[in-house]
């Protein structure tokens, strides 16, 4: 396994999360209910799962071994990429006041625009970061480094969000999903 497997499994609950979350704004907008914890629940994952594990594995370890290797290309997409990661928090960030505040539960609430907003970013940040930032790591990072990231990788989960976490969001993420997503 690579670490930009590792990265990629992650984009997949990523994307898991934000389909979930598009569902409740369409609900809200539909006048369905929505529970409080689902959507506190959610904010947790943002914060805990996409940016303390997903992005400290990318700030911290990914990208600077990048820049390290000098990898033609890489400097400018790792400025955009953190780029779109602090926009991120801001967009997480009034979104949990919404939530927190409890002024989610109507039609046209600010938080329905900032969680569109962030929908949009995160799937576009993820893509860019499957189609062009992970291929240029893998292409370039010899299989010490890639096992000194994974090394890293695990440190951040056991340390940064606690062992068996990961596992919690991905019962939250099945749960979410059966509940707000219809079957296909």
Known sequence: MKPTDDLREEHRAVKLMLKILDSICTGIESGRSV?????????EFMKIFVDKCHH?????????????AEIPGAS?????????????????RRIEEAVSKK????AGSPMIGDSRAYIRL???HTDKEDNNLFPMADA????????????SFEIVENKEIGAGKHEEFHMLLHG?????????
């Open 35 to 43: 529970k409080q914890e689902h959507l506190e629940g959610l904010v």
């Open 56 to 68: 400290t594995k990318e700030e911290a370890y990914l990208f600077p071994e990048m820049e390290k």
């Open 76 to 92: 400018e997409l790792i400025t955009s990429l953190k780029k779109e990661h602090e926009q991120g928090r801001e967009y997480v």
């Open 103 to 106: 002024v989610w539960d109507r």
């Open 122 to 124: 995160l799937t576009q």
């Open 140 to 151: 370039h990072f010899e299989v010490e480094v890639q096992k000194e990231l994974l090394d």
């Open 176 to 184: 979410l999903r059966d509940r707000y997503i219809e079957p296909e």
